[in-house]
């Protein structure tokens, strides 16, 4: 079975401020991918990146990076100098090989205050 | 163009009414998707459709009917249905149908309220 743990349900920053959002995920599958969503309240689930089992590398891009770690099984999310504009629900999701079904967590309400 | 349009955006209908939700996407995708979502939680997926034809099923209840009529066109036909079903609609599409590893693009929704 798979499964995703986004602990924090809400978080409030204050613009400019740093947030990480943690996802910590469990499968008994060896190839997997990892995904990021951000949903505004417009509704549309917008993709942010995929990241697959077997490359560990760190990515960034602008003011998001993510940090994956199979070792602790996480796939964590920073969006540094944040803005008004982040404030969304970010969604962390894993899918194996040979299953097109996505597993959600739960889901942060990140909430940028001016 | 990563867009996937969905129409219509917000729909009212009563538990007596037959109404469909469309979506549609030019990228040529071969994998579309209907997805449920409750407010504050996480999509839960419906119905996959792989190079037009049902692939998965999440044993979701006859009242809902999906159709794929060609490779970029998904519907979702409704009939009484109850409130319990108004929800976030969202449909979506991916490029790999079964390999797991494509990312899925989602439309805006149709934001169903059942009266």
Redesign the interface.
């Known amino acids: 079975a798979q499964k995703v743990t986004q602990a924090q349900t809400e978080i409030s920053v204050v613009e400019k401020e740093d947030v990480t959002l943690d996802c910590v995920y469990e499968t008994r599958d060896t190839t997997?991918?990892l995904?990021w969503?951000k949903q505004p309240p417009?509704?549309?689930?917008?993709?942010l990146i995929?990241r697959?089992s077997f490359d560990e590398q760190n990515e960034i891009s602008g003011r998001y990076s993510w940090n994956f770690q199979k070792s602790t099984s996480s796939f964590n999310f920073t969006i540094t100098a944040s803005q008004v504009v982040d404030s969304a629900v970010y969604?962390c999701a894993l899918?194996?090989?040979?299953?097109?079904?996505?597993a959600?967590?739960?889901?942060n309400?990140v909430v940028v205050i001016p | 163009d990563?867009e996937v349009t969905q129409t219509p955006k917000h729909l009212v209908m009563g538990m007596t009414n037959k109404k469909s939700l469309k979506c549609e996407q030019h990228m040529g995708h071969r994998?579309m998707y209907w997805y449920k979502q409750k407010a504050?939680?996480?999509?839960e997926?419906m119905f996959?459709y792989?190079y037009e034809k049902l692939s998965?099923n999440e044993s979701v209840p006859s009242r809902f009917s999906p159709e794929c009529p060609n490779s970029s066109l998904l519907n979702l036909h409704l009939h009484a249905l109850q409130p319990e079903d108004s929800a976030?609609y969202?449909c979506?599409s991916?490029q790999?149908?079964?390999?797991?590893?494509?990312?899925?693009?989602?439309?805006?929704?149709t934001?169903l309220t059942v009266v």
Do not use: C, H, M, W
């Not at chain 1, 899918?95 to 996505?102: E, P, T, V």
């Open positions: 997997y991918y995904f969503y417009s509704g549309e689930l917008v993709f995929r697959n969604f899918s194996s090989y040979g299953n097109n079904r996505l959600f967590g739960k889901g309400q | 990563t994998a504050k939680k996480p999509p997926l996959v792989s998965i976030l969202l979506a991916s790999d149908s079964a390999g797991g590893n494509t990312e899925a693009f989602f439309g805006q929704g934001r």
